[in-house]
C-alpha cells in the first residue's frame, strides 16, 4: 500500500520505517528541511537500535523522504500524522501542528484517504481534525479520521513497532477499518514473523492481537496508558522512599510485589523518577481533558508531584554521600532520559546536573549518545563532557549513574576505583548489586536500600588519603 507519514521524529521516522520493512511504500514529510535533507543524504538522525540497518534496506527503494506534503500525498491510502504535540503553558496539548497538517491534507486531497492520528492526542481530536478538514473544503465522503496510538518506547523502538504487545486501531467505520487492517496484516496476519530477514525478536514471537475500538476510546487508551506506567513509577518510588527509612530493600519488595501477576514486575523500577517527552506531557495533557470533562483527576497531581520529589531526594542523598557539595566534582554517567535514546527531552538526569551546578560543583559528565543534544541546554561553567564512563570517574569525588545504559551496569570496578579520588558511587538507577560494589571496595548509596558502607565522609577521605 501507498503510505504517507507527516513527521519524522522519534515516531515518525520509526513508523514510516517499519511500515516499509512490512512492505509498504512510504513517503515521511517533515517541514524541517534540514532533518530531510540529512535522511536524504543517508544519515540517521535519532539514535535507535535497528534504525540504520532499516533505513539502508529500503531507503530511495520503498522509503523515500520529502518536505512537499502535497506531493506526498498523490495516490495514498493513508496519511498518518505523526508530528509533535507538545504541553501549553497550562499542560493542555498543544494541537496546532495537527491542526496545521489537517489543513493541508484536506486541501489537496484527491481520492478517498484514511488520515491517522498516530500522535498522542486529547479525546475528540478526531472530531476536530474532522472539522478542519471539512472547514477546508474536504468533501465528507472523500476522507476519515480513524486512531491509531502508538506504543514503543524510545530505546527499542522499532523492535517494539515490529513486536507490539497489541495494535490498537480506533476507527469508527468499515471502510477505514479495512485500510488500516490491510497496513497491519503482515503483523497481525503474523506473515512477518516468518521472514527470516525480520529483525531479531522474541525467538517464538506472539502474534499481536487488533484491538479494535471507537476513536475515542483509542484516544483515551493512549493517554490513560501513559498516566498508568507513570503512576506505577512513582508508586514505587513511593515505596522505596519508605524503604529507606525503615532499613528494607526495594528490589526484594519489588520482586514480591511483581510476581503477583495482577501487578507484574515490568516498570517497577525504583529511580530518580520518569522523564522524556512523553510521560510527563501526557500525564498533564490527561488531567486537563479530565479537568475540562468536569472531573479533577488529582492522583495524577500526585504522581507528579512525587516524580519530581524525586529529584529532590536524590540530591540529598548525594550530599548525604559527600557532606557538602560546594566545589566538589562529580563524575555523571547518563543525560538521557533513559538509556538506549540519545533524547534528553525532559531528562531528569539533565535536571540533576542542574541543580548540582547551581550547588556549585564541578561536573564530568559522559553518555553514549546525548551528548551533543545535551549541550545547548545545560550551563558551560563547570561542566565537562569526558570520552568514556572511565574519563568521567578520574579524580572524581564521587560518581553519580543518572540514566539505565547497559553499559553502565558493567562497569570495569577496580578500574573505576582507582580512576577516582574517593570510591563513592550514588546510583540513581539501582543498576548493581550493593554487595558487589562492597566486594569491589566501593561505598554505594542507591534508591531504596541501605547504603553499603556506614562510613563517615571523616573516614573516607582519611582512607583516601592514605592511598
Ligand atoms: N517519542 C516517543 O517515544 C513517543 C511514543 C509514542 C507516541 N509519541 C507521540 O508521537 C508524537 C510525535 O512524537 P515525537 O517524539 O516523534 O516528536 P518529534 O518532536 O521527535 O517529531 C515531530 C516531528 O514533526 C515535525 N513537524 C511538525 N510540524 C510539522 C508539519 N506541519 N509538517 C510536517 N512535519 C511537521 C517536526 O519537524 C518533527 O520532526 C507526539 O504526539 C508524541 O507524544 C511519542
Not at 525503615?246 to 516498570?267: E, K, L, W
Not at 500526585?302 to 548525594?318: A, I, P
Request: charged letters at 25%.
Amino acid at each position: 500500500m501507498r503510505l504517507a507519514i507527516i513527521g519524522s521524529g522519534y515516531v515518525g521516522l520509526v513508523a514510516a520505517t517499519c511500515f516499509a520493512e512490512l512492505g509498504h511504500e512510504v513517503t515521511c514529510v517533515d517541514n524541517d528541511r534540514q532533518k530531510i535533507g540529512s535522511l536524504q543524504s543517508g544519515e540517521t538522525p535519532i539514535f535507535e537500535e535497528f534504525l540504520p540497518e532499516l533505513l539502508a534496506r529500503h531507503r530511495g527503494r520503498r522509503l523515500t523522504f520529502a518536505t512537499d506534503l502535497k506531493q506526498a500525498l498523490a495516490d495514498v491510502a493513508a496519511v498518518f500524522i505523526a508530528v509533535g504535540t507538545p504541553p501549553t503553558e497550562e499542560g493542555e496539548a498543544d494541537m496546532s501542528y495537527v491542526e496545521e497538517v489537517s489543513r493541508t491534507v484536506a486541501q489537496t486531497l484527491d481520492s478517498y484517504k484514511v488520515v491517522v492520528e498516530k500522535s498522542t492526542v486529547p479525546v475528540f481530536t478526531h472530531d476536530w481534525i474532522r472539522k478542519v478538514m471539512l472547514l477546508n473544503g474536504a468533501a465528507p465522503e472523500s476522507f476519515d479520521v480513524a486512531s491509531n496510538p502508538e506504543f514503543l518506547r524510545e530505546g527499542s523502538a522499532v523492535r517494539d513497532f515490529l513486536y507490539p504487545d497489541r495494535i490498537v486501531l480506533g476507527v469508527d467505520n468499515q471502510r477505514s477499518s479495512r485500510v488500516l487492517h490491510e497496513i497491519y496484516e503482515p503483523l497481525a496476519g503474523g506473515r512477518y514473523y516468518q521472514q527470516e530477514s525480520r529483525i531479531p525478536g522474541p525467538a517464538e514471537p506472539r502474534v499481536p492481537p487488533v484491538i479494535v475500538t471507537s476513536s475515542k476510546s483509542a484516544e483515551l487508551i493512549k493517554h490513560a496508558s501513559n498516566a498508568f506506567l507513570a503512576t506505577k513509577v512513582s508508586f514505587i518510588n513511593a515505596v522505596a522512599s519508605i524503604c529507606e527509612v525503615v532499613g528494607a530493600d526495594i528490589q526484594q519488595v519489588c520482586d514480591g510485589i511483581g510476581a503477583d501477576s495482577r501487578i507484574g514486575r515490568r516498570f517497577l523500577n525504583p529511580g530518580i523518577g520518569y522523564g522524556g517527552s512523553c510521560f510527563p506531557k501526557d500525564l498533564k495533557a490527561f488531567h486537563a481533558v479530565a479537568r475540562e470533562c468536569g472531573y479533577d483527576f488529582r492522583i495524577l497531581e500526585e504522581v507528579s508531584r512525587v516524580n519530581e520529589e524525586q529529584l529532590q531526594r536524590f540530591v540529598r542523598k548525594v550530599k548525604g554521600a559527600l557532606w557538602t557539595l560546594r566545589g566538589k566534582k562529580l563524575a555523571v554517567l547518563g543525560l538521557a532520559f533513559k538509556g538506549g535514546t540519545d533524547d534528553i527531552r525532559e531528562s531528569p538526569a539533565l535536571a540533576v546536573v542542574k541543580m548540582l551546578l547551581r550547588e556549585g560543583c564541578e561536573i564530568r559528565a559522559f553518555d553514549p549518545a546525548a551528548m551533543e543534544r545535551a549541550r545547548p541546554l545545560l550551563p558551560q561553567q563547570g561542566l565537562i563532557y569526558c570520552e568514556s564512563a572511565y574519563d568521567a570517574a578520574e579524580r572524581a569525588d564521587a560518581l553519580l549513574i543518572l540514566t539505565d545504559w547497559k553499559e553502565f551496569a558493567a562497569l570495569e570496578l577496580e578500574r573505576l576505583r582507582s580512576l577516582m579520588a574517593y570510591p563513592i558511587v550514588v546510583d540513581g538507577r539501582n543498576l548493581y548489586d550493593p554487595a558487589v560494589m562492597s566486594a569491589a571496595g566501593i561505598i554505594y548509596y542507591s534508591i531504596g536500600r541501605p547504603a553499603q558502607a556506614a562510613e563517615s565522609p571523616m573516614e573516607v577521605s582519611a582512607r583516601g588519603s592514605q592511598r
